[in-house]
């Protein structure tokens, strides 16, 4: 199966909300309600069809939730205008009841609207009420580890009742417009995108009508190095996040009594937000092949080392592999509520300690199946690492273990029969998704220890992947190769 195919399959694949401890996380990638619009701080646009001709509109959209008790009610209001001085006023409140299965990792949402009312009152004097609004929506949630993959269905009706004035007399007719739609989606600390597709089927009196609508809100946070140029510095330069928000539409249209057929593009991009990072400062890594990604590790506060010595070239160990993998995703541990009386927290194994700072994230990545034990009483956190332990880690955490093929498969590699049958599948998932590469005689070296420059290369190769290419599968794939 070629890297492309399985990128896509990630599409099949159905997010925790995931904050690191260093950063504040935005909010997810939403597209604003079900008209194929766009948004940004300052506007919003979307175009009308119900005239036989598009029209586009702007002006300010806001956009509330509130989350109680498994329900989420959304609330939407429009207040917008056209360049030829019509008007388009709409609130719309959906509710969502929420049902979240624990022991499948799953959460199902179902939606309806609670309450609507739109008017669309034109330079004419012509007007467009909305009479009746019947919706649903089925969406499933796959919670995994680092990230939330979803997928959901729209199925509509809207009746809107025309009225103008012909001869001074006033004549309503009855327009109806059919919603049938689907989005797909990701979220994870690093971003998150809405993709969202509807055809909408017009029937007026005039002729059938029929438009779709693309449309996708992306949010993202990518590493920058930025250079400190005085030459009389302490630092030479030191990395910063850039947080990012942008949604595109597309609308496509064929309207056979007025219009014809035509193509009709959004786009609103936020203002994107810079937050500065720490600057490392180890003194053996200067002419070290790993640097940029022991650089990036540590300014993220992946790695907390306090020497000025990172020791790229040693081993790196289980436990501090597995807080790295943790952190990077902002693994969210486990909160415990206070009790009246004190008592002391048993570690789960007898290598660790409950008084380490870092044991919280290896108790959360234990309990999520991230990582496995050594035995029933030992976690191995002082054991080196093998480069299949590691990804296994890393594709669990993915949740997409399960993309490898039925078992009995044989991987590209000529190692193969020495990949570990507890890995096999995590190796070849990481390598379709390109987190991991060959030497050059095909060897993947499933067994061989990680130093820790091999392990910050294969973290920061998991950080793109959260940052770029999910991004990539779920926008850019969806909307040009659908």
Do not use: C
Request: glycine share 6%; aromatic share 10%.
């Amino acid at each position: 199966m070629s890297s492309k195919n399985m990128k896509r399959l990630v599409v099949l694949m159905l997010t925790v909300v995931l904050g690191f401890t260093l950063l504040i996380p935005t909010a997810s990638a939403k597209v604003p309600d079900f008209n194929g619009g766009v948004l940004d701080e300052y506007e919003y646009e979307e175009v009308f069809f119900l005239t036989g001709y598009p029209i586009k509109f702007t002006g300010k959209a806001t956009v509330t939730e509130k989350e109680n008790k498994n329900q989420l009610t959304t609330t939407y209001k429009f207040t917008l205008t056209s360049d030829y001085g019509d008007k388009l006023t709409r609130n719309v409140v959906y509710v969502s009841d929420l049902k979240n299965y624990e022991t499948k990792g799953q959460t199902t949402s179902n939606t309806k609207v609670k309450s609507y009312t739109e008017k669309v009152t034109m330079a004419d004097k012509t007007t467009y009420t909305l009479d009746d609004y019947q919706f649903s929506q089925g969406s499933v949630i796959d919670n995994r580890p680092a990230t939330d993959y979803y997928s959901g269905n729209v199925i509509a009706r809207k009746i809107y009742i025309k009225s103008e004035k012909i001869d001074k007399k006033t004549e309503t007719k009855k327009i109806t417009v059919y919603m049938d739609g689907r989005n797909v989606g990701y979220k994870n600390f690093w971003g998150s995108t809405d993709t969202q597709f509807i055809d909408y089927e017009i029937e007026a009196p005039e002729g059938t009508a029929f438009v779709t609508s693309k449309v996708s809100d992306s949010k993202s946070r990518v590493l920058e190095y930025e250079q400190h140029t005085p030459s009389l510095s302490s630092f030479v330069g030191g990395h910063a996040v850039i947080s990012s928000s942008n949604i595109v539409s597309e609308y496509e249209y064929n309207i056979p009594y007025y219009a014809g057929s035509g193509t009709i593009y959004l786009n609103k991009e936020k203002t994107p937000k810079v937050e500065r990072l720490i600057v490392p400062k180890f003194r053996d890594i200067a002419k070290h092949w790993s640097k940029p990604n022991i650089e990036k590790l540590y300014s993220l506060g992946i790695f907390d080392e306090s020497s000025n010595f990172f020791s790229p070239d040693a081993a790196m160990k289980k436990d501090l592999f597995t807080v790295g993998v943790a952190k990077a995703v902002d693994l969210r541990v486990l909160e415990e509520k206070p009790t009246k009386k004190k008592s002391t927290k048993k570690a789960l194994f007898e290598d660790l300690d409950v008084k380490d700072p870092n044991y919280v994230y290896i108790e959360s990545a234990l309990n999520k199946g991230i990582v496995s034990p050594v035995n029933k009483e030992k976690f191995g956190a002082k054991d080196s690492i093998t480069r299949a332990q590691a990804v296994t880690i890393i594709v669990r955490s993915l949740g997409l273990e399960g993309r490898a093929p039925t078992p009995g498969y044989t991987t590209k590699f000529i190692d193969d029969n020495k990949i570990p049958k507890e890995a096999k599948d995590s190796i070849y998932v990481a390598s379709e998704l390109g987190l991991i590469d060959p030497d050059k005689k095909n060897r993947i070296n499933p067994n061989e220890v990680l130093t820790r420059g091999k392990a910050s290369q294969l973290l920061v190769r998991y950080l793109n992947f959260l940052e770029s290419d999910l991004k990539q599968n779920y926008r850019d794939d969806m909307l040009y190769f659908n």
